[in-house]
Structure formats: C-alpha cells, structure tokens
C-alpha cells in the first residue's frame, strides 16, 4: 500500500514539477484568454503529469476512508442557468457558508460522460491549480511540503473510491470536498447546463433543489460571443437557441416542480440588490444568514470574477460593471436574431426585451437559415463558426 509521502524521489520530483507548473500557470495567465501555444499544451500534460504522480504517492487504504454523511449526500442543490448568466457568482457567494458543502467547480457529471477515477482526479486536479486562468492559483493552497494539500486531496478521493466501489464517483468527489462538513445541511454544485437536465438529476436525487440564475438576453450572447474575439468558437444559432431554452425553463419549472424545488433569481437583482437576494436564496436552501453569503470566493479563498470583459474580472466582491444589457456589443443581425427568439421568454422574467410580432420572427428566422445554408456551401466553411 503507498502512503502519503512515501518515495523521497519521486516527492522530489513532483516539487520539481509543481514548480514548472507555477511558471507556466504565470506565462499563460500573461496571455489569457487566448490559449496561446506552446504554453497550453505544456502546461496541460505538465498537469496531467502531476495528476499521475499524485495517484502514484497517494494512499489507496479503504480504511483510511471516513463513513459517509447519507442524509447529507441526499440533499444536493445545483445552481444551474445557460453560461455567462452569473452561475459562478452565486455559486462563489454559497461557497463560504458553514451549513454547505460547496463543490468548487463544475462537475458536469449529467452532461459528460462518467468518468473513470483517474480521468475524475485528473480534471480536478487541473481545476484546483487554475481554476480561472489567472491568480489566485493554487486553489488548495501552496503545493509540496509535509502538508501538500494536493496530495491530501488526492489520497482522500482515492480512499473514498476504494471504500465504496459500489457508489458512484460523484458521491466520493462531494465527500472529498466536504472533509469538514460538521453542521452542514446540504452539499452545492455548479454546472450550468445541468440546466436541461434536471428530470435526470432527480431520479438521481429524488430530494434535489435547484437555482436557476437568468440574465438578460442580450447581455448573455454578448458575453459569449466576446470569447470569439479571444479565438473561442462560438455558434450564433446555437447561442440564441439555448438562451431561449433556458428563459423559458425558468418561466415554467417553479410551476412544474413546485417553487419548494425551484427557484429563479436574476443575476441584475443579485448584484443590485445583493442581500435581499441571498437570504431569498438562503431560505430556499434552508441555511441561516451568513454575512459570507456577501463575500464570493472558491475553496475558500477570494474568487476572481468569471466576466468575458477583463476589465471586469475584480477579486473578492460583488461588483456591477456588467449590468448594461449587452446591446451595444452585438451586431444589427445577432441582435434581431436574439430579440425574435427570446422576447416572450425574457419579458416574462422581467427583461425589456422588444416584443417582436410573428410575421417579422419568421422573416428574421428565414433569413438566419438562408444565410447559413449559404455559409455551408463555401469552401472550408465547416471550419469557421460565427
């Protein structure tokens, strides 16, 4: 059995790696958000290559593995909405509340594969190390040492794994997080287009609760379309239409799920009006007030904003730069496209969004299709995306 710690060499060399990683976590960020190459690729396999090392010192002992906290496993909240609608902010805001065990990342567990315990691990370990792009790095703390808390985090991953092999890994990921979970009365996790799964989830988790984060429209396709200036691939077409789906799970889920199960906030009214927000949320959830419920961070430690602006990416508070409604960022035809497909679905949550009549939707939507039929048929378009 490997213990933690265990091989003087290769402790060595996993410090010898961390210290690679610190420079290239520091080389990227002067790049972001471009993945600007060699430095991607280098620092994603030197990642990988800690990954491996970790698993290689850490303990496997299933005894080593605390007793599950069931009641606790059976009382998830997921914080859900199309991203860029303010998911990570919220989720930043429960992050340091003691009654929650709050999982600092997306799992996308109900709209990825399942993944094996190695490819599980791997992923969070390159979370935990650069979980934005940019400082704070280290989520976990400074690594090596006696106390490596990446190691720790890895040997208590793996024992959970070992000690329940008929559970799923999800429940060893939530355990690992909540190490400290004494008082907790419920565990949180993020993945934003967990949205469109939430029948799923709750023949998962049959006592599942969900907050949906909404934003306005425009503002929504104008801060994922500013990733394309970044070299990001986008979808104009396929943007408007999720945005469209989730305004509209908003409107109808609190009345097919009960308003016990479902809850909406608005990401303008979160910023706006921050406190009345959260002890909206933290009656819901079922949490006592907490001043941390104003304070975002992640693991503890104060979270960077997640904004397409980085200008807007501050550290540690709720700040409203990104409050205008995007207009101004999108062109003449993605603007029309967004009003024809989200008008009903946005007023009806509160956004001004100009109401647009049949007639002209099916003129906007006509002429989207043709001028996508038309792209199709160019040389190399199937390389280039809006």
């Known amino acids: 059995m490997n213990r933690p710690g265990s091989g003087t ?9 961390y210290g690679r990683i610190d420079t290239l976590l520091r080389r990227r960020a002067k790049g972001f958000p471009r993945r600007e190459e060699p430095t991607w690729s280098q620092l994603d396999t030197a990642l990988g290559e800690a990954a491996a090392r970790l698993r290689d010192l850490a303990a496997t002992d299933p005894a080593a593995a605390p007793a599950l906290d069931e009641e606790l496993l059976a009382r998830p909240v997921f914080v859900v909405g199309y991203p860029k609608t303010g998911t990570t902010l919220l989720l930043g805001l429960l ?52 106390e490596d808390p990446y190691l720790a985090f890895t040997a208590r991953l793996l024992a959970l794994a070992a000690a329940h092999p ?78 469209a789906r989730a305004l509209v799970q908003a409107e109808e889920a609190p009345r097919t799920y009960g308003r016990d199960v479902y809850l909406v906030v608005r990401y303008e009214d979160v910023v706006a009006a921050a406190e009345r ?8 959830v079922g949490i006592d007030w907490s001043d941390s419920l ?29 409050l205008d409604d995007g207009s101004r960022d999108l062109d003449r035809r993605t603007l029309a496209l967004v009003h024809a497909r989200t008008s009903r679905g946005g007023r009806a949550l509160g956004y001004e969004v100009p109401r647009v009549g049949r007639i002209r939707a099916a003129v906007i939507e006509a002429t989207e299709r043709v001028r996508r039929l038309a792209g199709a048929g160019r040389p190399n378009s199937s390389s280039t995306r809006d």
């Open 294 to 322: 104003l304070r975002p961070t992640l693991a503890g430690v104060p979270m960077r904003a997640n904004s397409a602006w980085l200008d807007r990416r501050v550290v540690g508070e709720i700040h409203d730069r990104s």
């Open 9 to 17: 060499a290769s402790r060595e060399g996993l410090t010898e790696l």
């Open 277 to 284: 927000e959260l002890r909206r949320v933290a009656d819901f």
């Open 166 to 243: 008929e559970r799923d890994l999800l429940t060893a990921l939530v355990a690992t997080f909540g190490e400290n979970a004494a008082g907790a009365r419920a565990w949180v996790e993020k993945t934003p287009l967990h949205v469109f799964q939430v029948d799923r989830i709750r023949g998962w988790f049959p006592a599942a609760r969900f907050v949906q984060v909404v934003r306005d429209p425009r503002a929504t396709v104008a801060a994922i379309r500013r990733f394309a200036r970044h070299g990001w691939r986008t979808d104009v077409d396929e943007t408007v239409d999720g945005v």
């Open 95 to 146: 992050d340091g509340h003691p009654q929650l065990v709050v999982v600092p990342g997306e799992t996308r567990w109900f709209t990825d594969p399942e993944p094996t315990l190695a490819q599980l691990h791997g992923r969070w370990i390159r979370y935990l190390v650069n979980p934005s792009g940019q400082e704070p790095f280290w989520l976990l703390g400074s690594p090596g040492g006696d």
